[in-house]
C-alpha cells in the first residue's frame, strides 16, 4: 500500500514521544541517574492492587492487570535507589534542573506554559513503578512546530514525569524490573493526529526529535528515547503502540496497524452480513459461555501442539489441561488475515498470553485451522461433538496449568465479542518492524488523581528569564544556514541530531568553515570510528581549537583527518598532535616544484588529467603533499601544467 492507500483509509496519527532530560539526580530523589547492569544488591517482592479513583470508580486497565495475578520482583541498588522509590517515604522537592530543561523543550515548541505545576499520580498495575503509580505533571499547553509548507505540527501538551522501571525478564506469572530507570526525569511531548500517512508520522516523530536534541540537554543512547504512537483509521479506534525504540520503524508499524485495522472493520462487517450480533455472544456470565475441559480426548498420547507445557503424554489427571471454547457464527473468521502474517486468531492469543499468563506459543490452535503437530480431524470432530458445535460455528483450543484456564478461556470469549465493535481501544506492544500484539485495555481518566504529598510549583519570572536564555536555534532555521553553507541534506540530518552539534555551533561561531565543519563531525568521524579511533573521547574544546587552527592557516583543512585519528589513538592534544605529526604549511613555490617533479615522473598520469581523468594524478599529488598544503591549490596548478 501507498500513502495515498493510507489516506483513503483516513488514517491518523499522533505521537507521545518521551525523552529523558540530562541531569545529576532524579526526578524527585537525590538518587544519581545512572544504568546499571551489575548484579542487584537486594530484590523486593510484590503484588499490585486496584484503588478507587477519586470518582470512586477502578480503571480498567488496573482491574485487567490485576487479573493476572503477577509476582513482581524488583532489583534494587543501595547506591542508586533510595526509600523513596518504594515509597516508604514521600517524595523530596522536583528536580529544578528537570523543569528548567523541559521549560525550554516546551517554549522550543511555542507552548504555552502553565503558571503553576500540579503534580498527579497516574496507576501502573502493571508492575513497571513499585509504587503502582508515576508521578507526573503537565508544564505547557498547545504549541506548534513548523513542519512543511501550509502544515504545522501541533502539540497538545508537555508533561514532566519520572521514568519507570526496564523489565528484565517476564515469564507467566513472574515478572523482575531492575530499578537503575527508575525515576529519571523524562518530558512527554504529545501530538494532535496530524499525520494522515505512515510516512507523515515517522516525519513528525523526526522534527519533534531534532528539535529536543537541538537543546544539547538531553540524555542519547538506548532507551533515553522511546515513541508510543496512537493510530486510528476511519471507522476504527485509536490505537497505542507503545515504547517503539527506533524512528524507522514508526512508518512500517503504524502502517501495519492501519491495515489492520482496516481488516477488523471487515471482520465486523462479515459478521453483520451473517446476522450476527453481540445479542448472539452474550452470557450471562462465564460459568454459562460454552467451554469444555477436552483433554481426556488428547489423553494417553503426545501431542507435539502441546509440547510448550506437557513433556510427554496428555494425561488425563495432571497439572496441565486443554480446554475449547465455543465461538457461535465465527467459521473462517478465526483465521481471517489481520496484518502481515497475523490472523484474528492472533488477537485472542495476545490476550490469553498477557492476562492468562499462558505464554508459552503457540498457545491457541482453532477449528479453521489445518490439522497439524499430532491434532488429527478427529480429534476436530471430537471437540466439536462436545461442545454441540454447528456447521457455521468455530472454536479455540487452549493449553497450559490448570488454574489459568478458567482466565484464558474467558479472555478467548471476550475478544471474540470485541469483533463485533470492529477496532477494541488498547495498547499494543511490537513484536517486528510490521507488527504488534496486545499489551493491556488502552487506560482511561480514572485512573489519575491529584498528588497531595507536594505543594504545586510556582512557574516565576526568574525561571523563564533562565530558560528564554537558554533557548537554542529553531533547527529549521540551523537547516536553512546549512544549506546555504552548501552542507548536503544526508550530512545535516545526522548533525543536528548528533552530540557533536554543539561543537559545531561553536567552532562556526570562531569563524571555522561550516562544510569542514560539517563533513568532519559526521563523515570522518563514522570513518575514523570504523577504524577503530575512539573520536568520541576527544574533547569537545580540542576539536573547536583544531578547526580554528585551520581557519588560521596553521594547518590546512587536508590535514585535519589525520590530525583527528592521532588524538583518538594517542589521546593528544591538538598541538602535540600536529607537532609529532609535523603538519606546518609549505610555501606555494615548494608546493608547485613538488607537483611539477610529480607530473615529470608520471606523463600519462598527466596525459589523464587532461582527458578528465583527473582522480590518479591529484591522488598522487595529495598524497606527496599529505596535508602540507590547500588540495584546492594544488589543483589549480596541475591545472595549469
Excluded at 180 to 205: F, Q
Excluded at 434 to 462: A, K, N, W
Excluded at 619 to 636: E, I, P, Q
Aim: glycine content about 8%; some cysteine.
Amino acid at each position: 500500500m501507498q500513502d495515498k492507500d493510507f489516506e483513503k483509509l483516513g488514517f491518523k496519527c499522533g505521537l507521545e514521544i518521551h525523552q529523558q532530560l540530562q541531569t545529576d539526580r532524579k526526578l524527585f530523589c537525590r538518587c544519581p541517574p545512572v544504568y546499571r547492569n551489575d548484579p542487584p544488591h537486594y530484590t523486593i517482592i510484590r503484588h499490585m492492587r486496584p484503588t478507587l479513583s477519586e470518582m470512586g470508580t477502578y480503571d480498567g486497565t488496573a482491574l485487567m492487570e490485576f487479573k493476572t495475578k503477577k509476582n513482581v520482583t524488583y532489583e534494587f541498588y543501595g547506591d542508586t535507589n533510595c526509600s523513596y522509590e518504594i515509597d516508604d517515604t514521600p517524595p523530596f522537592e522536583m528536580d529544578e534542573k528537570a523543569l528548567e530543561i523541559s521549560l525550554i523543550i516546551a517554549r522550543s515548541m511555542g507552548c504555552h506554559q502553565v503558571d503553576e505545576v500540579h503534580v498527579s499520580r497516574k496507576q501502573y498495575l502493571d508492575g513497571t513503578i513499585p509504587t503502582g503509580f508515576q508521578r507526573t505533571a503537565i508544564i505547557s499547553l498547545k504549541g506548534k512546530v513548523p513542519w512543511k509548507k501550509g502544515k504545522d505540527i501541533n502539540i497538545r501538551q508537555i508533561s514532566i514525569e519520572e521514568d519507570a522501571c526496564r523489565e528484565i525478564k517476564d515469564e507467566g506469572h513472574e515478572v523482575t524490573f531492575r530499578t537503575d530507570r527508575l525515576s529519571i526525569p523524562l518530558v512527554e511531548v504529545v501530538t494532535e493526529p496530524d499525520a494522515k500517512n505512515p510516512t507523515e508520522a515517522g516525519e513528525m516523530a523526526k522534527r519533534l526529535g531534532w528539535l529536543m536534541r537541538s537543546t544539547s540537554q538531553v540524555r542519547r543512547g538506548s532507551g533515553a528515547t522511546r515513541q508510543d504512537v496512537n493510530v486510528s483509521v476511519e471507522g476504527g479506534q485509536r490505537v497505542e503502540i507503545k515504547g517503539v525504540p527506533s524512528l524507522k520503524m514508526i512508518p512500517t508499524i503504524t502502517a501495519g496497524e492501519g491495515i489492520r485495522q482496516h481488516n477488523l472493520l471487515k471482520i465486523k462487517g462479515e459478521l453483520e452480513k451473517r446476522g450476527l450480533s453481540p445479542d448472539s455472544m452474550e452470557v450471562e456470565d462465564f460459568k454459562t459461555m460454552v467451554h469444555l475441559d477436552v483433554t481426556s480426548i488428547f489423553a494417553g498420547r503426545k501431542v507435539d501442539m502441546f509440547s510448550n507445557w506437557f513433556e510427554g503424554k496428555v494425561k488425563k489427571r495432571s497439572g496441565h489441561k486443554v480446554y475449547a471454547v465455543l465461538i457461535p457464527g465465527f467459521k473462517g473468521l478465526i483465521s481471517h488475515t489481520t496484518h502481515y502474517d497475523q490472523k484474528f486468531i492472533d488477537e485472542l492469543s495476545g490476550r490469553v498470553r498477557v492476562i492468562a499468563c499462558v505464554d508459552r506459543l503457540p498457545n491457541l490452535f482453532s477449528s479453521d485451522d489445518e490439522p497439524a503437530r499430532g491434532i488429527s480431524k478427529e480429534d476436530l470432530k471430537a471437540v466439536g461433538k462436545e461442545l454441540g458445535a454447528k456447521k457455521d460455528d468455530a472454536f479455540i483450543l487452549v493449553w497450559g496449568p490448570k488454574e489459568d484456564m478458567e482466565t484464558a478461556c474467558q479472555e478467548i470469549y471476550l475478544r471474540a465479542r470485541e469483533a463485533f465493535q470492529g477496532v477494541p481501544n488498547e495498547t499494543r506492544q511490537r513484536i517486528s518492524d510490521h507488527t504488534t500484539s496486545f499489551e493491556r485495555i488502552l487506560p482511561g481518566p480514572d485512573r489519575m488523581y491529584p498528588d497531595t504529598d507536594r505543594p504545586p510549583i510556582v512557574i516565576t519570572p526568574e525561571l523563564m528569564e533562565r530558560v528564554d536564555a537558554q533557548l537554542p536555534q529553531p533547527w529549521w532555521e540551523m537547516w536553512e544556514e546549512m544549506r546555504k553553507a552548501s552542507i548536503p541534506d544526508h550530512v545535516m540530518a545526522k548533525l543536528v541530531v548528533s552530540q557533536e552539534l554543539s561543537i559545531y555551533k561553536q567552532a562556526v561561531a570562531g569563524g571555522a568553515d561550516p562544510r569542514l565543519v560539517a563533513f568532519t563531525l559526521v563523515e570522518a568521524f563514522r570513518h575514523l570510528s570504523r577504524k577503530g579511533v575512539n573520536v568520541k573521547a576527544i574533547p569537545g574544546q580540542s576539536l573547536v581549537f583544531l578547526f580554528n587552527e585551520v581557519s588560521r592557516g596553521v594547518i590546512f583543512k587536508d590535514a585535519v583527518k589525520r590530525v583527528l585519528e592521532l588524538m583518538g589513538r594517542e589521546s593528544l592534544d591538538p598541538v602535540r598532535a600536529i607537532e609529532k605529526l609535523h603538519i606546518r604549511p609549505i610555501t606555494e613555490k615548494r608546493a608547485e616544484k613538488s607537483i611539477r617533479g610529480i607530473a615529470r615522473k608520471n606523463p600519462d598520469l598527466l596525459e589523464m588529467f587532461k582527458e578528465g581523468r583527473e582522480g590518479p594524478l591529484m591522488g598522487a599529488v595529495m598524497k606527496t603533499l599529505n596535508g602540507y598544503f590547500s588540495g584546492s591549490r594544488a589543483y589549480d596548478i596541475v591545472k595549469s601544467l
